[in-house]
């Protein structure tokens, strides 16, 4: 089975696709909108025309995510960005500041602290984002840029079976149900719901398993073992996982750690911009 066929999807995070052009666009549009429709304080201090030269500086040791989605941004207010100096209006360049600033921080922040887990725990096994995102696709990046995977991107990109559809789809649904030749996986929150999702629902790959300690997980991976059956399943663990048990999680022999606490938790990174004089 290749994992990278269902957690990587980092490809498709760039400005060529649609899609993601579409991200990008809903979430810093919709952020300068709600903040800086117009800026009533330069529109009195700076004349009309005046042009300026700004720079981003990186104020402490990271990865600096967001780049590519900034750039887009200022080019949509004619500003201009090389090598991390911005160029245009200056009326321009205060406008965007904050959002500007916002996006550098917050991808960043995720990138760095992916980037510090991975160092933390190893190569293996993979560390994924969760969809607890507040910016979507460009979290979801941030966590790619950081050495991570991004997992799914939405609910139309990849099978994943979750408690509520299991509350909701009757068993010979569920028994029967083919999802063709894509990696499909099932989440499951008990050791009980493990072995009936075994013998009832072999076209399963991917086992979720949901809010476990890491103690349970191991006593899950040793059974599998026992029973012969540990290679045919990716093992995901996932739920409550964060910076401090992180490593109890490593040494349980799943293949996949999908963290949201990349995503809702992750300190921003320390960026500023300045007016070169």
Do not use: C
């Not at 890491?214 to 026992?226: A, Y």
Request: charged fraction near 20%.
């Amino acid at each position: 089975m290749n994992i990278k066929q269902y957690y990587d999807r980092s490809a498709e995070l760039t400005l060529q696709h649609p899609w993601y052009r579409e991200q990008v666009e809903r979430y810093l549009l919709g952020a300068l909108h709600s903040d800086a429709t117009t800026d009533v304080t330069s529109k009195k201090l700076i004349p009309r025309h005046q042009t300026s030269q700004a720079v981003i500086r990186q104020n402490q040791p990271g990865v600096l995510a967001g780049v590519e989605e900034i750039g887009w941004l200022l080019r949509k207010h004619n500003l201009f960005l090389k090598k991390l100096k911005i160029s245009g209006r200056s009326r321009d360049i205060l406008l965007v500041e904050r959002t500007v600033l916002n996006t550098l921080q917050r991808l960043s922040g995720i990138a760095t602290l992916t980037q510090q887990l991975i160092k933390k725990i190893g190569r293996y096994p993979l560390i994924a984002a969760t969809r607890k995102t507040q910016w979507g696709a460009l979290d979801k990046k941030a966590v790619a840029l950081g050495g991570g995977y991004t997992h799914r991107l939405g609910l139309f990109d990849g099978v994943l079976v979750k408690d509520n559809h299991l509350a909701l789809a009757e068993h010979d649904v569920l028994k029967h149900v083919r999802w063709g030749k894509q990696l499909a996986g099932i989440e499951v929150g008990s050791i009980s719901q493990l072995k009936r999702v075994i013998l009832h629902y072999p076209q399963f790959q991917i086992l979720l398993l949901d809010n476990f300690p890491p103690e349970k997980i191991q006593g899950i991976v040793r059974w599998l073992t026992q029973q012969k059956l540990r290679k045919k399943y990716i093992l995901e663990a996932s739920g409550g996982i964060t910076p401090e048990n992180i490593m109890g999680y490593a040494r349980t022999d799943v293949d996949v750690l999908s963290i949201g606490y990349l995503t809702h938790s992750a300190p921003a990174l320390d960026i500023s911009l300045d007016i070169i004089p």
